[in-house]
Every structure is written in structure tokens, then in C-alpha cells.
């Protein structure tokens, strides 16, 4: 476990504040159940984020621009691959990883994807099941930030099911030869490396593909009214070749890409509760100054209630994900406690992020806040990496033992 080093942004110097964040922390202030480590890893992310992403983050959102020049940065940070051990990741502790997810979503869930496509995704799938010359290769260089990864698992005919794939790698005297379509793939376009999944002989094996072989193209899909500051592509591999040695060794069927999703919805658990806290600021702030029948909004009962309500829901969100991350870094979490967060967290952050809207009246459809980015992001998120439908299918076999998917 390593506790950022000094630098020139110092981790132990508190970022600006937001409005109504003062309010918020002085009835429930989740920094304090942090580990040390943590804290500072969480102080060291907000900075970045809070500096780095939130000046351009609505001109970035309206535009549909991915600021790729900020990923050096985030590398610099020790953001990217944080939780994992060696070559050049900081190897931090799952709670630390899960605290940076919550400030990094807290200005915009495009930048935890990026976080997650990245660290969670595509360098865990490395770490675990690649070859030493591949974690030599491409872990250093995905951990500085000057390579990106993505993760080419979803297929057009639908996410839920990757038992159903089609994409196959055949073997073409020592080279493996890829074709298939995957879509929804975050970063595909500006990824320097896809890490593809792909049938062989029947088993789901894991390539690392450059994505400027022959073959390969990644087009981002258009007319996204949610994750705007983020690109997700359809992908398309044509015969695409790859060298023997471009296998992941160690993937054996479905239970590898799993393992790695497991990794990114543990992190949407903390992200989900950033943005949340965001929309509960937002409304906070404004529940005291905004005035109509002569008095501040945050006078009245209902408006009361709401905020009631949100803080609840906030608290309860939060208290989940330390807990959670208090239980993957004893090494005892399950991927169907990992889905307890995930469904409740998203489903939750929703929730606040509607009531906030409601209390920011017309204001709150304006890029003037964060409300309703945050809201349109929030229904991106409970979409991917297992809709709701899918998590409370694997909490209902988990509490059956009978499988209801099919
Ligand atoms: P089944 O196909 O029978 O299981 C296959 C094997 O996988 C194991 N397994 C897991 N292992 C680790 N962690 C998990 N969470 C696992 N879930 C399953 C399973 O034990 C089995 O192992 P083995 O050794 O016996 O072969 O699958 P299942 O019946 O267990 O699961 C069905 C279901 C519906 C739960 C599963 O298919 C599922 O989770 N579906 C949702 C998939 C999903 O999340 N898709 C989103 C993809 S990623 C994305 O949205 C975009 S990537 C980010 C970006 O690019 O922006």
C-alpha cells in the first residue's frame, strides 16, 4: 500500500470547495472513514480532477470532445492502473483506487470510464493473464499514460450475453487471425492497444491487438446524448493479424474478461456516489439561495424532505463502497457483493441526481450545473458493465442458487 509522494500538488493541500460541499460535509463526512492512504490518494484525485477536468468539462461535454491531452496527466497522478503492483503501477489499496473513482466521477463519469477502461479493464487483463514480455511490454508504458487500452468485449447483438459471441481467432501459420464486430468499446478510437476477446475452438481467449494493425477501425458512435466528454466505438476487425505471441497466455474462457469487469464495477460503485454527491451539492447550494414566496427554497418543507432523502441515499451509498472496499482489500469480496453496489449505487445516484434536478427547477436542464450531465452519464452507467436487470439476476441466483438468465 503507497501513499502518493509529495509533488508539486501537494496531497495534503485541501482542492477549492463546491457549493454546499461545507453543508454536506459538516453532517456526513465520508473522508473521515478513510484509511490515511486512501485520503491522500482521494485528495491527490480531486485535485486533479477539480483543476484538471472540471474548467472545460461542460464545453468538452457539448462539443463531444475527449481531452485526450489530460491522460499524461492522470498517468503523472499515479491514477491509471493504481490498484495494480509493479511495473510502474503505485499499487494501492482497492479503498484508495475506489475514493479516486468517486472524485474523478464527481466532475464527470466520462473520466472514471477513462480511469476504468484503462486501469480496471485493459492493464488488469494484462496484469493477470498476459505474458511477462506483454506486462513489460505494455503495463509501464499504459501506467505513465503515454499508451491507452481498451476492451473489446460487447458485441452489436447485445452485452448482456458475451456467451454469445461471435467475433473468432483462427490460427494461420504463427500468426492468429481475428474477425467480428464489437461494439460500445470506450476509447477504441484513441487506444493505442484493443485488448480483444474472441472465440477459439470453442474457449473465449484474450489478444492484445495494436490498433493501428490492418483490419482493425474504430468509429465512435454518434449522437450520444450521455458520456459526451467520452468516445465509445464500434470496432471492427477484418482478418486482422496478430503475432502468436499476441495471446493472453493465461485467458481461458469467460472467466477472464469477468474477472476484469468484476474490477470496473467495483469502481463504479465509489464513482456512482461521486456524481451523486455532486447533484447533492449543486442542490444544496442552491436550496439557500435561491428565493421564491420571498424565501430561500431550502425553507420549505418539501424541499427539505428532498434533500433529507438525498443525503440519506448518499450516505448509505457511500458507507456501501467503504464497506466493499474494506472487503476486496481483506481479499473476501464477491462478484455478487460487487453487484450489490453496483445495482444499488447507480440506481441510487440516479435517484439523487433526479430529486436535484427537481430543486434546481428550469436551472437544472442548463449546462449552468453539473445536474443534468451527471443524469444522462448515470443512465450510461447503469447500462454498462451489467445493466440493473443483469445484477439483480446475479443476486437472485446468488440468493436461489437457481440461474434465471436463460
Ligand atoms: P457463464 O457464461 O456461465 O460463466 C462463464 C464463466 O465465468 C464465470 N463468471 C465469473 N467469473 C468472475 N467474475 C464474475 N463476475 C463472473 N461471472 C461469471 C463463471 O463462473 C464461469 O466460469 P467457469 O470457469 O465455470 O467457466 O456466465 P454466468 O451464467 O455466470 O453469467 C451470466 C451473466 C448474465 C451474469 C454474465 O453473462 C454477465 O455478467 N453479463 C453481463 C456482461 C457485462 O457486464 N457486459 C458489459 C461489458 S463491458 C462494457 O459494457 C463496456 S467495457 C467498458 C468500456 O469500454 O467503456
Known amino acids: 500500500m503507497t501513499a502518493p509522494e509529495a509533488s508539486a500538488a501537494s496531497p495534503t493541500t485541501q482542492p477549492a470547495t463546491q457549493p454546499g460541499e461545507a453543508a454536506l460535509a459538516a453532517v456526513f463526512c465520508i473522508d473521515e472513514l478513510l484509511p490515511a492512504d486512501a485520503r491522500q490518494w482521494q485528495q491527490r484525485a480531486r485535485r486533479f480532477a477539480r483543476e484538471q477536468i472540471a474548467p472545460t468539462i461542460d464545453d468538452d461535454a457539448e462539443r463531444q470532445y475527449f481531452r485526450r491531452e489530460l491522460v499524461a496527466g492522470l498517468g503523472e497522478a499515479g491514477l491509471l492502473g493504481m490498484h495494480l503492483h509493479g511495473y510502474g503501477c503505485a499499487g494501492v489499496s482497492a479503498t484508495a483506487y475506489g475514493a479516486a473513482c468517486l472524485e474523478l466521477e464527481a466532475v464527470d463519469s466520462g473520466w472514471r470510464t477513462f480511469v476504468s477502461v484503462q486501469g480496471s479493464l485493459a492493464m488488469t487483463a494484462i496484469a493477470r493473464f498476459g505474458s511477462e514480455q506483454q506486462k513489460q511490454a505494455y503495463l509501464p508504458e ?37 474477425s467480428g464486430v464489437k461494439r460500445w468499446i470506450g476509447l477504441a478510437s484513441v487506444a493505442d492497444i484493443a485488448i480483444v476477446w474472441a472465440v477459439v475452438d470453442g474457449t473465449v481467449r484474450g489478444f492484445v491487438v495494436p490498433t493501428d494493425a490492418a483490419g482493425y477501425s474504430a468509429t465512435p458512435i454518434d449522437g ?6 467520452s468516445i465509445q466505438c464500434e470496432v471492427v476487425l477484418d482478418d486482422v493479424r496478430v503475432p502468436g505471441e499476441g495471446i493472453l497466455p493465461l485467458a481461458q474462457g469467460l472467466r477472464a474478461p469477468f474477472s476484469c469487469l468484476n474490477e470496473a464495477r467495483y469502481g463504479i460503485v465509489w464513482g456512482a456516489m ?8 449543486a442542490a444544496l447550494g442552491r436550496a439557500r439561495e435561491r428565493e421564491v414566496f420571498g424565501r430561500a427554497i ?16 448518499y ?3 457511500a458507507l456501501l463502497a467503504v464497506h466493499l472496499g474494506a472487503m476486496k482489500d481483506a481479499g473476501t469480496l464477491t462478484p455478487a457483493q460487487v453487484s450489490v453496489g453496483k445495482l444499488n449505487n447507480v440506481r441510487q ?5 433526479g430529486l436535484a434536478r427537481s430543486i434546481l427547477g428550469g436551472d437544472g436542464i442548463t449546462a449552468e450545473f453539473p445536474v443534468m450531465r451527471h ?30 438468465f436463460t
Open 274 to 281: 461521486g456524481a451523486a454527491r455532486s447533484c447533492l451539492e
Open 298 to 313: 431550502g425553507g420549505f418543507q418539501l424541499t427539505q424532505a428532498k434533500l433529507a432523502d438525498m443525503l440519506v441515499e
Open 142 to 178: 499504459m501506467a505513465a499514460g503515454r499508451m491507452i487500452g481498451c476492451f473489446a468485449l460487447t458485441e452489436p447483438a447485445g452485452g448482456s450475453d458475451p456467451a454469445a459471441m461471435t467475433t473468432q481467432a483462427r490460427r494461420d501459420g504463427d500468426d492468429w487471425v481475428i
Open 349 to 353: 445516484a440516479i435517484a439523487i441526481a
Open 224 to 229: 450520444k446524448l450521455a458520456m459526451r466528454a
Open 375 to 404: 443524469l444522462a452519464n448515470l443512465e450510461a452507467v447503469r447500462t454498462y458493465e451489467g445493466t440493473d436487470e443483469v445484477h439483480a439476476l446475479i443476486l437472485g441466483r446468488a440468493l436461489t442458487g437457481l440461474p434465471a
Open 315 to 317: 450516505e448509505k451509498g
